[in-house]
């Protein structure tokens, strides 16, 4: 398995959700892996957050190109 390396950050794949698309940038929606609750008498609730990173062209062009690059290899 190949990881998509940033520059601060090594992302894996397979934890990716959806990746959503406009002309100047990229967010990277992930599996959601943080999950919170409460839990009393039998009763209670439970949620999760969800975890995004955003890739901007003009903040971060270095990893706006190599997200250009890897979805065309997709």
Do not use: A, C
């Not at 959700?17 to 409460?38: A, V, W």
């Amino acid at each position: 398995m190949k990881f998509l390396r940033l520059s601060k950050l090594i992302i894996n794949p397979s934890s990716i959700r959806t990746i959503t698309m406009t002309d100047t940038k990229y967010t990277i929606h992930f599996i959601s892996e943080r999950s919170s609750g409460l839990v009393l008498f039998s009763s209670g609730s439970m949620g999760s957050n969800s975890v995004q990173v955003v890739i901007d062209k003009t903040e971060h062009p270095s990893d706006y190109r190599v997200m250009q690059s890897w979805i065309s290899k997709i």
